[in-house]
């Protein structure tokens, strides 16, 4: 995989998918993957992963435990770029993105970031940020791996 289209945002959905049994994880997994090993400029903001953690454990069927010991060891990952700040401006510009593009808050808030830092790519599950002109939204699954998803999340 190339960096062609990076720095790449890391949304929530990636995150959580990499870290499942889920059929169609290896389309998330491979960019936590080369995130870690640091073969693509990976930026994830420090909120994604307590979002991740409900995912896993609400979604996913994940102990708290379990959930809490793998996203501690992807905190590990020292070729991350961690976004640590929450200042003011990010959270009002996050809701005004939010407003204006008519998403949640929390994808108004990722846009934020992503546009922060550069990113000229968000990862994700789902179409949300192609609302957005400020960077690419690379959606990793195929419409069939998404219909997979909802089958598996399902069961």
């Known amino acids: ?3 062609a289209g990076g720095p790449y945002l890391f949304d929530v959905g990636v995150i959580a998918l990499a870290h499942t049994d889920a059929p169609v994880r290896d ?8 995130a870690i090993a640091g073969e693509i400029d990976a930026v994830v903001p420090y909120p994604a992963v307590y979002g991740a953690h409900t995912v896993l454990t609400a979604y996913y069927g994940r102990s708290n435990a379990d959930a809490s010991r793998l996203l501690s ?3 590990d990952a020292k070729r991350i770029h961690w976004h640590d700040r929450l200042p003011e401006a990010t959270v009002r510009g996050g809701l005004d993105r939010a407003a204006d593009a008519n998403v949640g808050g929390w994808d108004g808030y990722y846009a934020q ?10 990862l994700t599950i789902d179409d949300d940020f192609e609302r957005f002109d400020a960077f690419e939204t690379e959606v990793i699954l195929s419409r069939e ?10 069961e």
Do not use: K, P
């Open 73 to 75: 060891n992807f905190l």
């Open 145 to 154: 791996e998404f219909e997979t998803l909802n089958e598996y999340l399902r």
């Open 1 to 3: 995989m190339s960096d």
């Open 27 to 34: 389309a998330a997994l491979s960019y936590v993957r080369d």
């Open 113 to 122: 970031v992503a546009i922060e830092e550069g990113a000229a790519t968000v």
